[in-house]
């Protein structure tokens, strides 16, 4: 064990999940924008942005394979990657004029959003259902701001916006992390 931690500190078992969790939910968010980026202004990275981005939901879902096995994580994985297509999606609409599918595809993703806030809270009552729900429809309604102002070509408006979004999502990595070293006091504090 590292001399620096102690049973009064965090364990070095957390600030690793801490790190990574963090990670996963930063790369969220960046390759997010990249995307939006891409798909606003018809960039031939388009296609690498998005697969990259879409292994982020793998990637999100794999930290949870340790504490919740392999069937909750995929399930996990495949909500975030539902939430991120959509998104998608949204911009695309949004780019081509459609206000009507833009609607419906928001609706989609509040409604998936309610998904992954209730699936957290299902697999850890140390995560608050209404807590993280407030939280990730936060980070549903400033993601939407942030495509809004790039596809109007906005981009002090949009960097803006994404310095919130980042520290939305710090704080949505934090709140996992908290709940399943609460769930899980003996993998953290040996």
């Known amino acids: 064990m590292n001399p620096w931690f102690n049973s009064s500190c965090i364990s070095e078992q957390e600030v690793r999940l801490k790190s990574s969790m963090r990670l996963v939910w930063e790369q969220h968010v960046y390759w997010t924008r990249m995307t939006i980026n891409s798909i606003a202004f018809n960039l031939p990275d388009l296609d690498f942005n998005t697969a990259r981005l879409l292994r982020n939901a793998t990637d999100m879902g794999n930290l949870l394979k340790p504490y919740y096995g392999n069937k909750i994580a ?8 539902e939430h991120l297509v959509i998104a998608a999606e949204i911009v695309k609409a949004a780019k081509a004029g459609n206000q009507i599918a833009v609607a419906a595809l928001e609706r989609r993703w509040y409604a998936n959003g309610e998904e992954i806030a209730e699936f957290l809270n299902r697999i850890n009552p140390f995560i608050s259902l209404n807590e993280f729900r407030e939280m990730f429809f936060e980070h549903l309604a400033l993601t939407t701001k ?5 596809l109007q070509g906005d ?9 919130k979004i980042e520290l939305e999502a710090l704080q949505m990595a934090d709140t996992i992390t908290n709940g399943i070293v609460e769930q899980f006091p003996k993998k953290f504090h040996i």
């Open 74 to 81: 995929a399930k996990f994985s495949s909500l975030i990657r």
């Open 146 to 150: 942030e495509a809004v102002f790039i």
């Open 155 to 163: 981009f002090k408006s949009s960097i803006a916006v994404f310095d």
